[in-house]
């Protein structure tokens, strides 16, 4: 191209504000995000149908109720270890075929949890859906891929929303066909063929449009790479067109390994550990805020749990909303989300201080209805953190290790929460506001890099 020509182009990418490699192809890469949207309903409908009735079907087995926790937490403790490497192995062979092979393997899973009519069976069919079941993750960093860095927290927004609906519908779905004979199989069943609709919507994807326009794109930039600007868009999206295009799954499954552990070793010896942490103090504290919910209400006001039931759903439609909402609020930010995640964690440790110090169930409910709000939008402002810094290449392996920090989260929340109502019924929320405040605090102390907008990046990459 000509000089002039490529000062037009980078002229109309200002005016775009997403940058010519998210419209390059206007239509595939409609198409393309719609699509992933509709991966993370699906999803999360499924899903939602059966976890609701897993325990109810595994004492219907004769299992104990310790066996049947066993059984329960060994889908975190296999989260917890192959989330990293999952999402690392998508950075190598690519998005497409990783994650089919999540979902199908997941789908597998499901079904063999319809013939669960052991103790024995149920345990097995946890096994490959703890192992794969991180089609959202995989979801997420191949929206990381697609789209500018500046409307990442508008579309991970957007897929959060959509994911949480089906969350919402699904144990709905789930609780009416449990009430037919056989009614839990039939579930699990029907949970399974919604994932192999899942991965036959993922096999449709129009993977070739959307790697011709993002392979052009990369062309153009190697030859017109003369600003800070056009160097930073190409960083931001030559990992697409690798990601879509590589052929690594066919390699030798010891070359995909040694690669896979070269990449972890990157993430472990970069300087990404403060945001990590932070992620990990606001899991713990959301966790710790619903820890105890139902039974603090009820020791706290005397109300039911079923009021409990209809307020938590009251706050999952409101997260909803807010994940719609995330557009116009981080235009209002100025796309500055280390400001936005600053301003959504302190909002989030005040109304949960609010909540351990509330006189009546009013004050609960106004508390809810603005959690719902921050907490959906502190958890998009994270992730996009997380890429923002340690660098968009490794994005599948960021998302990763992020989800494998949740995941530790999980394992520990409830011990703390025990301790904790030892103390009072308000104990956990009020530990809560504690690690908020150091979640606060830490992210006060690294303001400049957080700024920095990607400066940082992985070491070893």
């Known amino acids: 191209r000509r000089p002039g020509a490529a000062a037009r182009m980078e002229e109309e990418e200002d005016e775009g504000g997403g940058g010519r490699a998210a419209t390059a192809s206007p239509a ?254 606001m899991s713990v504290t959301i966790l710790l805020y619903y820890s105890n919910f139902t039974l603090a209400l009820e020791e706290r006001f005397g109300v039911k749990p079923l009021f409990s039931g209809y307020l938590m759903s009251y706050s999952s439609a409101l997260g909803v909303l807010a994940g719609c909402l995330l557009g116009p609020i981080t235009r209002l930010y100025g796309h500055n989300t280390y400001r936005l995640l600053l301003h959504s964690s302190t909002f989030t440790c005040t109304l949960i201080l609010l909540y351990a110090s509330a006189p009546s169930i009013w004050m609960v409910i106004l508390s809810s209805t603005f959690l719902a709000f921050s907490t959906t939008i502190g958890r998009t402002c994270i992730i996009d953190l997380e890429l923002t810094v340690g660098g968009n290449e490794a994005s599948g392996t960021l998302l990763g290790v992020g989800q494998s920090v949740t995941s530790v989260g999980r394992i520990i929340a409830p011990l703390l929460s025990g301790i904790a109502q030892e103390f009072s019924p308000c104990g956990p929320p009020s530990l809560a506001v504690g690690l908020a405040l150091v979640a606060i605090v830490i992210m006060n102390a690294n303001k400049q890099k957080y700024r920095s907008h990607g400066s940082v990046k992985l070491k070893n990459q």
């Open 28 to 281: 595939a890469s409609a198409r393309f995000v719609r699509c992933l949207y509709a991966v993370g309903f699906l999803d999360l409908f499924g899903v939602s149908m059966v976890v609701p009735l897993m325990n109810l079907h595994i004492r219907s087995l004769g299992a104990s109720h310790t066996v049947a926790g066993i059984i329960g937490s060994l889908y975190g403790i296999m989260q917890l270890f192959t989330s990293t490497f999952v999402g690392c192995w998508s950075d190598i062979v690519g998005r497409r075929y990783s994650l089919l092979a999540c979902i199908l393997l997941s789908a597998l899973g499901y079904f063999l949890l319809g013939n669960s009519t052991t103790v024995f069976l149920f345990a097995l069919s946890r096994v490959p859906v703890g192992i794969f079941k991180h089609t959202l993750s995989i979801s997420k960093a191949l929206l990381s891929d697609l789209v500018s860095e500046r409307d990442r927290p508008l579309v991970m927004g957007r897929f959060n929303a959509a994911s949480s609906v089906g969350f919402i519908l699904g144990p709905v779905v789930g609780g009416y066909l449990a009430e037919f004979e056989s009614g839990f199989y039939q579930t699990s069943f029907i949970c399974a063929s919604i994932f192999l609709l899942n991965g036959g919507l993922v096999w449709m994807l129009p993977w070739s449009e959307e790697n011709t326009s993002n392979r052009n794109h990369y062309q153009d930039k190697e030859t017109n790479s003369f600003s800070a600007k056009s160097n930073h868009e190409h960083h931001l999206k030559s990992a697409t067109s690798r990601a879509v295009t590589n052929s690594s799954f066919f390699q030798s499954p010891w070359i995909q390994v040694a690669t896979v552990l070269k990449k972890i070793k990157g993430v472990a010896c970069s300087n990404l550990w403060d945001v990590f942490l932070v992620r990990f103090l």
